[in-house]
């Protein structure tokens, strides 16, 4: 990407960062899109919870992509191109692809180039010789797949739960347009947390150091970086709780005292104790999830888990 380009696409993205928060802010439930927590510092403090006692998500996915490579690799299949939805830093899909059959080539696809740029360069090291085709771009947003891509069959791959986090009706509509974006023949692994004991749920989004919250926090100091605001950070704290009706886990930053806060050009106001909404994370059971696949045109061909079942990985066919 040109220094002009670059330059096109951080405008843009500064555009759309506002016009989100203007919207979820002055909604009468003030919401902020989760999409925006993983900036540059966002992104280092996700890694740092990924390693916390507490946040058994990672490691517990990472151990049935370790454990079922095998199985795994079987059901995927020879010879597919995986096109990895938020690569993270790539671990996972360094995983993924050590265990599969001759895979074609590595397409990961994100709105955060800080995220893209060292999966990229992690699986090009890591699988020399293996085309690795980055895209920048919003993936709950329609885009092109690479034209170098050619016909090889594809595999989309959706770690990390991140289905969690859309709505039922967003994650329906993402997991359709991800079935025509990969094309016929696709399937998509995906990563899905379990329903479970709601200690262990507030834990894992609300850990003893204090890192969650600072990653929660860090999205105001975003918003008064690159959007012009005047969040005091000061003025709110992080707060999880489980919804149990709703079978998902939210993230809110509590205003701590009335104040206003300027925004876009407007004036933002907040009451003492309201809060925005910065993430839900929603927990499945098997038929839930059956059921948002099958909406979205997709059939469940295998799923694996660990021995806890704290976590599920599943393989969808279209």
Same mark, same amino acid.
Request: proline share 6%.
């Given at each position: 990407?040109? @220094?002009?380009?670059?330059?096109?696409?951080?405008?843009?993205?500064?555009?759309?960062?506002?016009?989100?928060?203007?919207?979820?802010? @002055?909604?009468?439930?003030?919401?902020?899109?989760?999409?925006?927590?993983?900036?540059?510092?966002?992104?280092?403090?996700?890694?740092?919870?990924?390693?916390?006692?507490?946040?058994?998500?990672?490691?517990?996915?990472?151990?049935?992509?370790?454990?079922?490579?095998?199985?795994?690799?079987?059901?995927?299949?020879?010879?597919? =191109?995986?096109?990895?939805?938020?690569?993270?830093?790539?671990?996972?899909?360094?995983?993924?692809?050590? /265990?599969?059959?001759?895979?074609?080539?590595?397409?990961?696809?994100?709105?955060?180039?800080? &995220?893209?740029?060292?999966? =990229?360069?992690?699986?090009?090291?890591?699988?020399? /010789?293996?085309?690795?085709?980055?895209?920048?771009?919003?993936?709950?947003?329609?885009?092109?797949?690479?034209?170098?891509?050619?016909?090889?069959?594809?595999?989309?791959?959706?770690?990390?739960?991140?289905?969690?986090?859309?709505?039922?009706? @967003?994650?329906?509509? %993402?997991?359709?347009?991800?079935? /025509?974006?990969?094309?016929?023949?696709?399937?998509?692994?995906?990563?899905?947390?379990?329903?479970?004991?709601?200690?262990?749920?507030?834990?894992?989004?609300?850990?003893?150091?204090?890192?969650?919250?600072?990653?929660?926090?860090?999205?105001?100091?975003?918003?008064?970086?690159?959007?012009?605001?005047? %969040?005091?950070?000061?003025? %709110?704290?992080?707060?999880?709780?489980?919804?149990?009706?709703?079978?998902?886990?939210?993230?809110?930053?509590?205003?701590?005292?009335?104040?206003?806060?300027?925004?876009? /050009?407007?004036?933002?106001?907040?009451?003492?104790?309201?809060?925005?909404?910065?993430?839900?994370?929603?927990?499945?059971?098997?038929?839930?999830?059956? =059921?948002?696949?099958?909406?979205?045109?997709?059939?469940?061909?295998?799923?694996?888990?660990?021995?806890?079942?704290?976590?599920?990985? &599943?393989?969808?066919?279209?």
């Amino acid at each position: 990407m040109s @220094s002009a380009q670059s330059q096109d696409a951080a405008q843009q993205q500064r555009a759309a960062l506002i016009a989100d928060a203007l919207a979820g802010l @002055s909604a009468p439930r003030k919401t902020l899109p989760c999409k925006w927590l993983y900036d540059a510092e966002g992104c280092r403090l996700f890694e740092e919870i990924t390693r916390l006692p507490e946040y058994y998500p990672t490691r517990t996915e990472i151990r049935i992509l370790t454990e079922q490579a095998g199985s795994i690799a079987e059901a995927v299949g020879p010879g597919r =191109a995986v096109v990895e939805f938020g690569p993270g830093d790539g671990a996972k899909a360094a995983l993924l692809l050590d /265990g599969l059959t001759a895979p074609a080539a590595y397409v990961p696809v994100d709105i955060a180039p800080e &995220w893209l740029e060292g999966a =990229a360069n992690r699986i090009a090291l890591a699988q020399p /010789g293996l085309p690795v085709l980055p895209v920048v771009a919003d993936f709950t947003l329609p885009f092109a797949l690479p034209r170098r891509l050619g016909t090889a069959p594809r595999l989309g791959f959706f770690p990390g739960s991140t289905i969690g986090n859309f709505e039922p009706e @967003s994650a329906i509509a %993402f997991l359709r347009r991800a079935r /025509g974006t990969l094309g016929a023949g696709a399937r998509m692994l995906l990563g899905a947390d379990l329903v479970k004991a709601q200690a262990v749920l507030e834990a894992a989004y609300d850990d003893a150091a204090g890192v969650t919250a600072a990653f929660d926090l860090n999205l105001l100091h975003r918003l008064n970086r690159e959007a012009g605001a005047d %969040f005091d950070l000061g003025g %709110f704290r992080h707060r999880a709780v489980w919804n149990a009706a709703l079978e998902r886990v939210e993230m809110h930053l509590v205003a701590e005292r009335a104040q206003a806060v300027r925004l876009g /050009g407007r004036v933002i106001h907040f009451d003492a104790g309201e809060t925005i909404h910065t993430e839900s994370s929603h927990k499945y059971r098997p038929e839930r999830l059956a =059921a948002l696949a099958a909406a979205a045109g997709w059939r469940i061909s295998r799923h694996w888990t660990d021995p806890e079942a704290l976590f599920s990985v &599943w393989l969808l066919e279209g």
